[in-house]
């Protein structure tokens, strides 16, 4: 005799019980299940994936900008030590508008840095001041079109930081 409902067999003991469960009930118990042995769904397993895959893409590929800009900022002082100035080709009298394009690159590059402790705050760091320097390069300096791999390099890892954020706070607030 065929039944609509799922059999489960609990035994009790020595004697064995059948029990007919309903599809409701049989969510719930599952659900109980999953719980009591911390079972995740496939779907967040995925994004447990993907979140760590992205996080290491952006870490990496923040590490290399971190020590070009290390290497960069090292020249300089370098430079400085010994000639009394950290470019001696620089022009004489530039306005000092034109000193806020490293300035703003050098601060998002730290937000990258930021970002390996805090990623939200570091990747919002990152592409805050990235587009401050993007303001002052087209507003205030040229309308030329700014270099390809930097508007390409520096704010992709902020980028994926603030992903990887956003995935793990979804996935507090679905707890």
Known sequence: MEHPHHVISIKEGIIGKSYFIDDNDRRKYLS????????????????NKIKFRLR????????????????????????????????????????????LIPLTLILSVLGLG???????????????????NLAVHFCMISPRP????????????????LVCWWISRKAQMDK
Not at 33 to 43: Q, T, V, Y
């Open 146 to 161: 700014y270099p390809y791999i930097i508007a390409i390099a520096v704010p992709t890892p902020g980028i994926l930081f």
């Open 56 to 99: 290491w893409i952006a870490r990496i590929w923040s590490i290399v900008i971190i020590v070009f800009t290390l290497i960069m900022l090292i020249g300089y002082a370098v430079n400085w030590v010994q000639t009394g100035t950290a470019d001696p080709h620089a022009m004489k009298d530039h306005p000092a508008i034109e000193n």
């Open 32 to 47: 109980l299940l999953k719980e009591a042995f911390k079972l995740k769904p496939k779907g967040s397993q995925s994004m």
């Open 114 to 132: 930021i970002a390996w402790r805090w990623e939200g705050l570091g990747g919002a760091i990152n592409i805050g001041f990235y587009l401050v």
